[in-house]
């Protein structure tokens, strides 16, 4: 099992950023993706995911009307289209998978996904 995350970089506030998550080696459509967000000295925080059982989607408060997640099955990725970016959303973003998820995917921990990315570093300045 392998995801890669890129699309990473700098931006100046305001501007706008796509993330990718390409995955290999599992069933695409039967794992629910997860996006998290790390930023230094602060915890690993769920940004958004897309479910399976019907491509459901969630955000977290702090991204829902700026961020976009949605998956193209037949190039095995899922995307995070990022818009209206601020600092506070400088962070290494990590994409993650498990098909434990695959009905309902939003409010579970880090330690509720089984495989993860290398991460891919955002940075927004002001």
């Known amino acids: 099992v392998q995801l890669v995350e890129s699309g990473g970089g700098l931006v100046q506030a305001g501007g706008s950023l796509r993330l990718a998550c390409v995955a290999s080696?599992?069933?695409?459509?039967?794992?629910?993706i997860v996006w998290f967000r790390q930023a230094p000295g602060k915890e690993r925080e769920e940004v958004a995911c897309?479910?399976?059982?019907?491509?459901?989607?969630g955000y977290s408060d702090s991204v829902k009307g700026r961020f976009t997640i949605t998956s193209d099955n037949a190039k095995n990725t899922v995307y995070l289209q990022m818009n209206s970016l601020k600092p506070t959303d400088t962070a290494v973003y990590y994409c993650?998978?498990?098909?434990?998820?695959?009905?309902?995917?939003?409010?579970?921990?880090?330690?509720?996904?089984?495989?993860w990315g290398q991460g891919t570093q955002v940075t927004v300045s002001s």
């Open positions: 993650a998978a498990d098909y434990r998820r695959y009905y309902y995917c939003y409010g579970y921990g880090a330690e509720d996904w089984d495989y």
């Open positions: 080696g599992f069933t695409f459509h039967d794992y629910a």
């Open positions: 897309i479910s399976r059982m019907d491509g459901g989607t």
